[in-house]
């Protein structure tokens, strides 16, 4: 294989440095935790005017820029098959002959549960819900074409576009690692192959601040998302009173979770999580879908994986030009902006927990099992509560106007036979699912900012506690102004920088592979 100058006098640093522990950088962890800081008070100071900047701020992103994120989602699955299907395709992520660290279960566990989350459970209730009051391409709300598009809209959203973004940048994360041997966890080494302005010692902070905070962004957007199914599910259950008090016990469990689970680190904490989440998630599936309506939900599936496929290129493309009923910047476009944003952080934890697999796997392990994880949880719980309004047996459309998409979630659980038991394993499968996600976050963002971190060590504990309460504060400030919007606009602001450096990733990774690529062993 053919390194770099730069890549061999890095590795032979390395060698000599084999003693030194992993420290903080201070030029990224000082003003991205000063930064998380000023804005969490902001919003607890000034939740109107937080409101209303974060409003402005999302609604120019999503209708003057919406058209590029919805070029990223294409582009960004078409670099994905090309990596898979093109010739490099066989490159190994690691020493020749090596085989996976993990073996594909753990691979896939803990793939998924940072991934997504509870992201699904929250919204595979509320997204088709929202979609038959307001559905798209001008559909009379509450038709049966109404129906059908509410069921098959979150199989887009959550599918093979949404894994394709998480891929991309995993694979030069992977390959900076275990084939150039950096030895960094920062999206700026990744950078530096293609822009060499990444090197300088202003411009390469500057970058992984960035990358930090989109990923504080992207994961506070789904806690704060969260924080009001959990809290619902507790005042269900318990006969606790559904307010801040509640949500504040929320995150503070949460806190102590994952912030335990970031301390003892990956291989003891965030995998151990992750497998038990695993279970729980796939017997809370097969339960919904046996005790649930099994025919109802298994005919609006097969029809609904129709229509995504018919209409793939229209939903993948549609910007409602001329309408301007406002439905891609409000779902498509802040759905893409939420998979950029956590695509840094994804994309270093997949790329360190992919050593031994070649570009191939990583890229279809990833679509492949994620939206097999995610649309098989969305069919279920989407195609349930569907029945549930068609069937009128609840009135759920009232119950998500007027309570939320917590509250409806709840409703829909509490239906099943057994409904305490349900509500019950559904409590534990969304405090995990979070907790499981947030402290891969944390990991991440301490990496981030860290200095003298090899791949086979882990950041410093105290960074890992440090991010895991700033992400609680943040969240907890999200969640004192009760503005869905905020929330959302969090996500979309944090990711628009991101954008360039997730185009340098994918530069520096074609430079990498037209230089010093080398096939998997036969």
Same mark, same amino acid.
């Given at each position: 294989?053919?390194?770099?100058?730069?890549?061999?006098?890095?590795?032979?640093?390395?060698?000599?440095?084999?003693?030194?522990?992993?420290?903080?950088?201070?030029?990224?962890?000082?003003?991205?935790?000063?930064?998380?800081?000023?804005?969490?008070?902001?919003?607890?100071?000034?939740?109107?005017?937080?409101?209303?900047?974060?409003?402005?701020?999302?609604? #120019?992103?999503?209708?003057?820029? %919406?058209?590029?994120?919805?070029?990223?989602?294409?582009s960004t699955f078409a670099f994905a098959?090309?990596?898979? *299907?093109?010739?490099?395709?066989?490159?190994?992520?690691?020493?020749?002959?090596?085989?996976?660290?993990?073996?594909?279960?753990?691979?896939?566990?803990?793939? #998924?549960?940072?991934?997504?989350?509870? @992201?699904?459970?929250a919204w595979g209730v509320a997204e088709?819900?929202?979609?038959?009051?307001?559905?798209?391409?001008?559909?009379?709300?509450?038709?049966?074409?109404?129906?059908?598009?509410?069921?098959?809209?979150?199989?887009? &959203?959550?599918?093979?576009?949404?894994?394709?973004?998480?891929?991309?940048?995993?694979?030069?994360?992977?390959?900076?690692?275990?084939?150039? =041997?950096?030895?960094?966890? =920062?999206?700026? @080494?990744?950078?530096?192959?293609?822009?060499?302005?990444?090197?300088?010692?202003?411009?390469?902070?500057?970058?992984?601040?960035?990358?930090?905070?989109?990923?504080?962004? @992207?994961?506070?957007?789904?806690? +704060?998302?969260?924080?009001?199914?959990?809290?619902?599910?507790?005042?269900?259950? *318990?006969?606790?009173?559904? +307010?801040?008090?509640?949500?504040?016990?929320?995150?503070?469990?949460?806190?102590?979770?994952?912030?335990?689970?970031?301390?003892? +680190?990956?291989?003891? @904490?965030?995998?151990?999580?992750?497998?038990?989440?695993?279970?729980?998630?796939?017997?809370?599936?097969?339960?919904?879908?046996?005790?649930?309506?099994?025919?109802?939900?298994?005919?609006?599936?097969?029809?609904?994986?129709?229509?995504?496929?018919?209409?793939?290129?229209?939903?993948?493309?549609?910007?409602?030009?001329?309408?301007?009923?406002?439905?891609?910047?409000?779902?498509?476009? *802040?759905?893409?902006?939420?998979?950029?944003? #956590?695509?840094?952080?994804?994309?270093?934890?997949?790329?360190?927990?992919?050593?031994?697999?070649?570009?191939?796997?990583?890229?279809?392990?990833?679509?492949?099992?994620?939206?097999? %994880?995610?649309?098989?949880?969305?069919?279920?719980?989407?195609?349930?509560?569907? &029945?549930?309004?068609?069937?009128?047996?609840?009135?759920?459309?009232?119950?998500?106007?007027?309570?939320?998409?917590?509250?409806?979630?709840?409703?829909?659980?509490?239906?099943?036979?057994? +409904? =305490?038991?349900?509500?019950?394993?559904?409590?534990?499968?969304?405090?995990?699912?979070?907790a499981t996600t947030m402290d891969s976050?944390?990991?991440?963002?301490?990496?981030?900012?860290?200095?003298?971190?090899?791949?086979?060590?882990?950041?410093?504990?105290?960074?890992?506690?440090?991010?895991?309460?700033?992400?609680?504060?943040?969240?907890?400030?999200?969640?004192?102004?009760?503005?869905?919007?905020?929330?959302?606009?969090?996500?979309?602001?944090?990711?628009?920088?991101?954008?360039?450096?997730?185009?340098?990733?994918?530069?520096?990774?074609?430079?990498?592979?037209?230089?010093?690529?080398?096939?998997?062993?036969?």
């Amino acid at each position: 294989m053919m390194m770099s100058g730069r890549n061999l006098d890095m590795t032979e640093t390395d060698s000599n440095s084999h003693d030194l522990q992993p420290g903080n950088d201070w030029a990224v962890f000082a003003p991205a935790l000063f930064l998380i800081v000023i804005l969490s008070a902001g919003l607890i100071l000034y939740p109107d005017g937080g409101a209303s900047y974060s409003a402005a701020a999302m609604d #120019f992103i999503t209708h003057t820029l %919406g058209w590029l994120y919805l070029v990223l989602g294409a582009s960004t699955f078409a670099f994905a098959m090309w990596l898979a *299907f093109g010739r490099y395709g066989q490159v190994l992520l690691g020493e020749p002959g090596e085989s996976p660290e993990y073996s594909n279960l753990h691979w896939i566990s803990m793939m #998924f549960t940072a991934g997504v989350g509870g @992201g699904m459970i929250a919204w595979g209730v509320a997204e088709p819900l929202s979609y038959l009051q307001q559905p798209p391409f001008g559909i009379t709300p509450h038709s049966a074409l109404a129906f059908e598009w509410a069921h098959a809209y979150p199989i887009f &959203h959550w599918g093979i576009l949404a894994w394709a973004i998480y891929a991309v940048p995993a694979v030069p994360v992977a390959y900076m690692l275990y084939v150039q =041997k950096v030895p960094t966890m =920062k999206i700026s @080494g990744v950078c530096q192959a293609s822009f060499l302005a990444a090197r300088h010692p202003i411009v390469s902070p500057i970058i992984d601040i960035i990358v930090a905070l989109a990923i504080v962004g @992207g994961a506070a957007t789904t806690l +704060g998302l969260g924080v009001p199914l959990v809290s619902a599910l507790l005042s269900e259950l *318990f006969g606790v009173s559904d +307010g801040f008090g509640s949500r504040g016990i929320v995150l503070l469990l949460w806190a102590c979770i994952f912030g335990g689970s970031a301390y003892r +680190g990956l291989r003891r @904490g965030i995998k151990i999580l992750a497998d038990i989440n695993m279970v729980l998630a796939i017997l809370a599936l097969l339960f919904v879908l046996l005790a649930g309506p099994t025919l109802f939900i298994l005919k609006l599936t097969v029809n609904s994986i129709g229509l995504v496929v018919d209409n793939f290129l229209r939903m993948a493309f549609w910007t409602d030009p001329i309408d301007q009923s406002g439905f891609p910047q409000s779902w498509t476009i *802040f759905y893409w902006a939420w998979w950029a944003a #956590f695509a840094p952080f994804v994309g270093l934890f997949f790329g360190r927990i992919s050593r031994g697999r070649t570009i191939r796997q990583l890229v279809l392990g990833v679509i492949g099992w994620g939206t097999l %994880g995610t649309c098989s949880f969305l069919v279920v719980m989407g195609g349930y509560a569907l &029945h549930l309004v068609h069937s009128d047996a609840l009135p759920l459309a009232e119950i998500f106007v007027r309570e939320g998409m917590g509250v409806a979630t709840v409703q829909v659980i509490a239906q099943l036979s057994g +409904g =305490k038991l349900a509500l019950g394993v559904f409590l534990v499968l969304s405090i995990i699912f979070y907790a499981t996600t947030m402290d891969s976050a944390a990991y991440t963002i301490a990496s981030v900012c860290s200095k003298d971190l090899r791949s086979d060590r882990e950041p410093p504990r105290l960074s890992r506690i440090i991010w895991a309460f700033a992400l609680v504060a943040l969240t907890l400030a999200l969640v004192a102004t009760e503005r869905l919007k905020i929330v959302q606009a969090s996500t979309v602001v944090f990711s628009l920088p991101l954008l360039p450096v997730l185009v340098l990733m994918c530069m520096s990774l074609v430079k990498w592979l037209r230089t010093s690529a080398r096939p998997a062993a036969p």
